[in-house]
């Protein structure tokens, strides 16, 4: 059936997590006293982190909680930060630690992950994170696929017995992606450079998450008519207008008038990585208040 696609409005869905995380930090100040604390650490210069970590300090502050940011030079040594997450794992006021990636060359950056507790790891990429995950046992789930599962949730509360693809197998999005469909009750196909007929692998799928790094990569008619698709991907590309602009791993337009439910790129997945990086950082706070079994 041709038609038109809901959009899925990551902003308006990221602004309610806020908003819920918001109202929480309150009661768990109320009620034990504790304001929960997030340590970014940033190092060297790269401009889209820094921008992304202002993001972050703001929105942490503006929904109630402490917000701490580490800046080290890009040549600080390994070493030097290894010994910033040590004092950040022993700060009682702080309860989510997250090492802005990528890091320089230098450094190890599994090292630093592995040093960061796993019950601050508000990442959720610390091998005891990853793990907790796959087994089904509470974890610090990364923040962009809990995302992509809250959005997939607006449209269908629940996802089980559904056919899902999740395109791209990166230790960041898809496979995380992955465990959470699996949890949810979906049939789960992974897809990545390998993978052959993708198209006919996507049009089998009633959720379709596209996690490439390929501008317009998957389009239209590989979609399932009625699918619900969600587009993990950030592509600045250059318009016809000769303009920088932001497009997704689906290609939008075809997908639209296919798809039963789109997200669209920006405004998507985008805002809701930190809405979940937030309530990542009130669970454990929460966790260290004994809130939550
Ligand atoms: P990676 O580059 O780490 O992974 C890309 C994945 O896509 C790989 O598994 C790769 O397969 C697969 N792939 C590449 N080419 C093809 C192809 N031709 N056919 C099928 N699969 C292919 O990327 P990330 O997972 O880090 O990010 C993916 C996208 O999501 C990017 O656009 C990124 O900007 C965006 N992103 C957005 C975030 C947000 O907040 N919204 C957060 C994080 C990422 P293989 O493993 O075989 O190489």
Request: proline share 6%; net charge positive.
């Amino acid at each position: 059936m041709a038609g038109q696609a809901q959009i899925i409005d990551g902003k308006a869905v990221a602004e309610q997590v806020r908003a819920q995380v918001a109202r929480d930090v309150a009661n768990l100040k109320n009620s034990h006293g504790i304001t929960p604390g997030l340590a970014v650490v940033i190092v060297g210069e790269d401009p889209a982190s820094q921008v992304y970590v202002r993001n972050k300090g703001k929105q942490t502050t503006a929904a109630g909680m402490k917000s701490v940011e580490h800046k080290l030079p890009a040549t600080v040594s390994e070493l030097k930060l290894l010994e910033l997450v040590g004092e950040l794992n022993r700060a009682d006021d702080i309860h989510g630690i997250l090492v802005q990636l990528p890091l320089p060359k230098h450094i190890d950056a599994a090292k630093v992950i592995e040093a960061i507790d796993p019950l601050k790891d508000v990442d959720g990429f610390h091998p005891v994170n990853v793990g907790r995950l796959s087994i089904g046992a509470r974890a610090l789930v990364p923040c962009t696929p809990a995302g992509c599962m809250i959005l997939a949730k607006t449209v269908k509360p629940s996802l089980e017995g559904l056919d899902a693809i999740v395109i791209g197998r990166s230790n960041i999005v898809g496979k995380p992606l992955a465990q959470l469909l699996l949890a949810a009750g979906c049939t789960v196909t992974v897809a990545h450079s390998k993978t052959r007929d993708l198209p006919a692998q996507v049009r089998r799928a009633d959720l379709v998450m596209a996690a490439v790094g390929r501008p317009e990569f998957v389009r239209g008619d590989w979609i399932k008519p009625g699918a619900i698709v969600i587009d993990v991907g950030i592509n600045r590309v250059t318009g016809a207008d000769g303009r920088d602009k932001l497009v997704g791993d689906v290609a939008y337009d075809e997908a639209a008038k296919v798809a039963g439910a789109i997200t669209p790129v920006p405004g998507g997945v985008g805002p809701m990585t930190i809405a979940c990086l937030l309530r990542n950082t009130l669970e454990a706070a929460r966790g260290v208040a004994g809130d939550v079994g």
